[in-house]
């Protein structure tokens, strides 16, 4: 029998049982938030047994005022040091001492001391925002609960826009499964086809409202979504398939599927899936002018003009650029 123990459940006990008696003994009254929060299966909650065999461990971290950071927090980092065991429940263990606004700069090169405008969410990757929304958190004496619920989601006009490039990613490509497997190219249009249900499955995560994590947890984390069940067969069809044909009939079984779902977000009028020939080629692509029906609902000026342009989409396609939070000042401009 396994006796494994989510990463999140040891490190609720670790704070519980060790670090908040230390903090009380030590620093009575010293106002503070502690949280499971960062890279690491454990905090969205799908780490098991293989997790374990690296950087798993039960970990704290503790958030101070900006002023008690600035008057104790080296006095803190030292108590925790000296009287924290080096394991608990058999496993190493890890703490790390922040305030909520430079832990969300280092994680996320942003600073919460002023309004987000349109270009910060578009150059925010969706994996670090969920890193910071999962996880859990213990007390919350020093607002860390409001800074997660302010990047909880993405603001509405931000939302739609990543709707409208969203649809418009795999309308484009659709045809080419065809057109690749018609030219001889099996594994062409396979790989095309693979490249489409990742896309398709951006799609449901926004309809749901809910940050994608990344590669590794991006199928776990739709399995669990709403439509998870019933869409994961139909995309299966299309990474199964042995010919271009079979590929393309499912390609456009699940876009019909999402269609019904965008209709059941009442956002435009409901639409209906029209089947088109792209330059009168023998393929078949599925599609519904949902981008020209969510444009028009665009009310925020700083999100206009971008969704006006060629719909380049998040950040998350640029991952040269973006995996080092350094790097973001670059990714502003885009959107400039």
């Known amino acids: ?6 990463g999140a459940v040891l490190s609720r006990r670790l704070y519980e049982e060790v670090v908040q008696p230390i903090l009380s003994a030590r620093f009575p009254n010293l106002p503070h938030s502690a949280a ?11 780490d098991d047994e293989i997790s374990t065999d690296h950087d798993w461990k039960p970990r704290a971290l503790i958030f101070l005022a900006e002023d008690d ?11 925790l040091q000296g009287d924290l065991p080096l394991t608990f429940a058999g496993c190493p263990i890890d703490y790390e001492v ?4 430079g832990y969300v700069r280092q994680q996320l090169e942003l600073d919460l001391d002023r309004d987000l405008a349109p270009r910060d969410w578009l150059t925010l990757p969706e994996h670090g925002l969920r890193m910071f929304t999962a996880g859990v958190v213990f ?11 302010r990047l909880a989601y993405y603001p509405h006009d931000v939302w739609l826009y990543l709707l409208i490039t969203g649809w418009w990613r795999v309308h484009p490509e659709m045809n080419l499964v065809g057109r690749a497997g018609a030219a001889g190219d099996e594994l062409g249009s396979a790989l095309i086809g693979a490249r489409l249900v990742g896309d398709l499955m951006r799609l449901p995560f926004l309809m749901e409202r809910q940050y994608a994590p ?12 709403g439509c998870g069940p019933e869409l994961t067969p139909v995309l299966q069809n299309v990474s199964r398939a042995q010919s271009w044909q079979d590929r393309e009939a499912a390609l456009m079984t699940a876009y019909e599927m999402l269609i019904l779902m965008h209709n059941s977000l009442g956002l435009t009028a409901p639409v209906g899936t029209e089947v088109v020939h792209l330059w ?13 029906l969510l ?5 925020d000026p700083a999100v206009v003009p971008i969704a006006q342009r060629w719909p380049v989409g998040p950040v998350d396609q640029f991952r040269e650029l973006y995996w080092a939070p350094k790097n973001r000042h670059l990714l502003l401009r885009l959107f400039d």
């Open 1 to 6: 029998m396994s006796m494994f123990v989510p």
């Open 36 to 46: 499971l929060l960062g890279r690491g299966s454990e905090v969205l909650g799908f």
């Open 69 to 79: 950071e600035a008057r104790r927090g080296a006095q803190v980092r030292e108590a």
């Open 98 to 101: 922040h305030t909520v606004r």
């Open 139 to 149: 007390p919350d004496e020093v607002g860390l609960q409001s800074a997660r619920d």
């Open 214 to 225: 990344y590669s590794k947890w991006f199928g776990t984390a739709f399995s669990r979504l």
């Open 280 to 292: 009168n080629r023998p393929f078949k692509v599925a599609w519904a002018a949902i981008p020209d």
């Open 295 to 299: 444009l028009p609902l665009l009310r």
